[in-house]
């Protein structure tokens, strides 16, 4: 199969994790073509061609003037299935729509009338059907894919909490995240402060414009790192997980988590809320300082154990194979058609 995916957003976060690791896991038997913008890379440096399989054929197009580069890529990679990723693709998908069926993945909700008009749509969460009662394209139910991270030896997660700022007996709480003023960090850098936990430690992984801001707010008492790599082997030193965030579709930081066996705590926001009835985990409401500042002392106290929950569900080579159902289902609709 000629799959072609479309994601025009900078840096490397969910979104674009998710986007490379359902190009990587298709690759090896299918040809996989990814369109992304010049100015792919964020401030940090971070980008979703450094994470890519290098046999995923990437196109990147003016990220001003992306309609004709995207039609370009379309007409000469030929695919028999386009699948796009975010408002931007959908809405050029819309626009111009190619020979062939079109996908897109709800990462979000349905912020555009052009998501309306593909062919198909994946809603990794429940939540998202609400905006579909007039759509009539075909609905899939896909799980958000997940990766699990190696185990790493009891050597190296003390080495990695040490780089974290927290010795062997300091209670590690940590966040991941882009630092942006919609996933809540200075919510929890308050609450932390005023938790005033003893031989505990705060460490936020991630880049964003709300960095200087945060650092100022916490004045000293957390460790910003800024963006990682290794992000996912952070999760297994973390003794407390906490998503603050003040929207989340769903939260893949939550499945990180999940899969190193750190307890998590999260706001009740769209996708915690979904995911913690079926998962162990604590939510706290939105914006409410005093709440997860009372959650945080609870849970520092009681050091709740490590977990090894079953997500099965959401492994990457379960949810490719749904996908790529999808793609195949969409493709025989319009061969009738």
């Not at 349905?110 to 007039?134: C, E």
């Not at 992000?231 to 579709?249: I, N």
């Not at 930081?253 to 009740?268: I, K, N, Q, R, S």
């Not at 939510?283 to 500042?293: C, E, K, N, Q």
Request: aromatic share 6%; net charge positive; charged share 25%.
């Amino acid at each position: 199969m000629r799959i072609l995916h479309i994601c025009l957003s900078k840096g490397f976060a969910g979104t674009e994790r998710a986007t490379a690791e359902m190009c990587n896991a298709h690759v090896g038997e299918h040809e996989v073509c990814l369109v992304v913008r010049r100015g792919h890379r964020a401030r940090s440096g971070a980008s979703i061609r450094d994470h890519l399989d290098p046999r995923v054929r990437v196109v990147e197009v003016n990220g001003w003037f992306s309609a004709r580069g995207v039609a370009r890529a379309i007409d000469e990679f030929g695919p028999e299935v386009v699948h796009g990723h975010l408002r931007k693709s959908t809405r050029l998908l819309a626009e111009r729509p190619p020979p062939c069926p079109t996908i897109a993945t709800l990462h979000m909700w349905v912020n555009g009338p052009h998501f309306l008009a593909m062919d198909g749509l994946i809603v990794i969460a429940q939540w998202q059907k609400k905006d579909l009662a007039t759509y009539r394209g075909r609905v899939f139910e896909i799980n958000e894919s997940l990766v699990p991270a190696p185990r790493l030896s009891a050597e190296a997660v003390a080495q990695l909490r040490s780089e974290l700022g927290a010795g062997p007996g300091d209670f590690l709480v940590g966040g991941v995240g882009r630092l942006a003023k919609s996933k809540g960090f200075d919510t929890l850098v308050r609450a932390f402060v005023a938790a005033n936990l003893p031989q505990a430690k705060l460490a936020i992984v991630g880049d964003g414009r709300e960095r200087s801001r945060l650092e100022r707010l916490a004045g000293g008492r957390a460790r910003f790192t800024g963006f990682r790599n290794d992000v996912k082997a952070c999760y297994q030193a973390f003794d407390l997980f906490v998503s603050p965030s003040r929207s989340e579709p769903l939260g893949r930081v939550l499945f990180e988590a999940l899969d190193a066996g750190t307890p998590v705590l999260a706001t009740a926001t769209q996708g915690p809320s979904e995911v913690l009835r079926r998962f162990p985990g604590r939510l706290v409401p939105i914006d409410d300082v005093d709440a997860m500042s009372t959650a945080l002392r609870e849970l520092a106290a009681a050091r709740p154990a490590r977990m090894r929950p079953d997500l099965g569900a959401y492994h990457l080579d379960r949810v490719a194979a749904e996908t790529l159902a999808a793609y195949r289902e969409l493709i025989e609709m319009r061969a009738r058609r």
